[in-house]
């Protein structure tokens, strides 16, 4: 689901943990010693932190000093070419590869107890037979009880080598005593496919959340079982997806494009061109998709819905995409910290650019995707911003846009109810989920007694849940939020949630797309096109 006015945080996430790169753990070699020779300007920066460094009148970071130098270089460049702490390297780089080394659970600090929300499935938690609502109360002796044990801290208990052994003490209600797990440390994946399952009959949807290293994997997996099931077409749902690696997309593409289909093009300033084109391993080129994006789909989903589109494949259905189209390389810089600079751009197969203008400074670009709402151009596609000079023709004779996203071919106004600003604050802020979770502790065993298809089926959110839902907001963010124009919404979301909790992968996204107008319109496209 798209989100409303959370729109800074998102695209500073696009900037760092996503974006589009190539040779993504590049540190370019041989080439260190052309690109850094001393000159005077360099020296000259030296020169002044080394003064600082051993002249100035108090202790100065000067690492902190550095950290803000390059920030400010990178500042004068583009939007998208970022500077990545080294303290903040880890976790992008783990999402980024799809995966890391720990022990596969999902926690809560509840009443001062690091409790489990759920375990990752097969992840080394499940396998060892920890479960949800278990109270983990030590790990290799250690105490993890009381206020002083943050997430990070717990973090750094939990992972380590692997095939490391972590011994857990758990709580676990209905139990005598404590019980003990042999948890051995391995690779947890980070989903990047969130659902994939069937729409109606021929129908088939799969949810991307980024383009990692492990996503066309999951990616094939998830349309082998689609095809399975009597998939003849597929939704892709590339939603709030702010991009990963250009690599990664141009795969995803060739499953649907014919033999030797231009997908993309990049050029660096030297006019250098990389052209990738569509191979003869496509699974699914006699399928329809139809590709879903909104105005939080960024870079590699565009290059999937620009190189479907500029090839006459398929349709495009939502609003208009971020407009990111230029590509990052990774160097690193020795000290566990690195820079990602844009060192090309990208063009779509009809020649398009649509990157969108930065020339009025990076709070402008940013404004830009917020400033939409305000336009009014998420209601009514005919405020969208087209210019003539940036027209460009497919092979079908198609007018499609450059110079700032991929306007889709039918379009999705903005959903005002279920996206609304309070709804979207909770469930980002991580309230729906504790929330739920606390609701599934007073009742576990008769919730776990529900199957799968009559809680999909049958079960129903109460005034009482969304009541006691009210009570619990008003005591952890102290305002008296009342859901009275959108309690139904903030039921779907609830049992979205609770669904996920119970039954883990793609239950959210099932739940929720029930009540998704973009999900309706692609389901009433793809029943017209089967009469």
Known sequence: MSKTKTYFPLIIGVAIAAGIFIGGKLNFGDTSDRLFTSNSKKDKLNRLIDYIDYEYVEEVNTDSIVDVTVNGILDKLDPHSVY???????????????????????????????????????GPSAKAGIIGGDRIISANGESLLGETVNNDTLVDKLRGERYSELILKVFRRGEPKLLTFNVTRDEVPIKSVDAAYMLTDN???????????????????????????????????????PGGFLEVASKIVDEFLEDDKLIVYTRNKKGKEERSYATR?????????????????????????????????????????????????EMKLGDGSAV????????????????????NGNRDYYDDIADRLNRGELLDEKKIEVADSLKFTTPKGKIVYGGGGIIPDVFVPYDTQMQNETLTFLERRGFLNNFIFEELEKNRNDYNSMSREDFFENFIISDEIVKSLEAYLKLKTRSNIVFVAYKDEVKHYLKATLGEQLFGFGAYYKILNKHDIMIDKVIALSQMSNN
């Open 203 to 241: 129908l088939g949807y799969i949810k991307i959340n980024r383009f990692a290293e492990s996503t066309f994997k999951e990616f094939k997996k998830a349309l082998k079982k689609l095809k399975a099931n009597g998939a003849t077409s597929l939704a892709l749902d590339l939603r709030g997806n």
């Open 340 to 359: 990602r600079l844009t060192v090309s751009k990208y063009y779509t197969p009809t020649g398009r650019s649509i990157q969108r203008s930065y020339d």
């Open 281 to 329: 391993r496509g699974d699914f080129e006699n399928g329809h998709v139809y590709v879903m994006i909104d105005e939080n789909s960024a870079s590699a989903s565009e290059i999937i819905a620009g190189a479907l589109q500029d090839n006459d494949k398929g349709t495009i259905v939502g609003r208009r995409s971020y407009g990111k189209g230029l590509v990052q390389r």
């Open 84 to 122: 990545i702490p080294k303290e903040d390297m880890q976790k992008v780089s783990e999402n980024m590869k799809g995966n890391f080394v720990g022990i596969g659970i999902n926690f809560y600090t509840y009443r001062d107890t690091i409790t489990v929300i759920k375990t990752i499935e097969n």
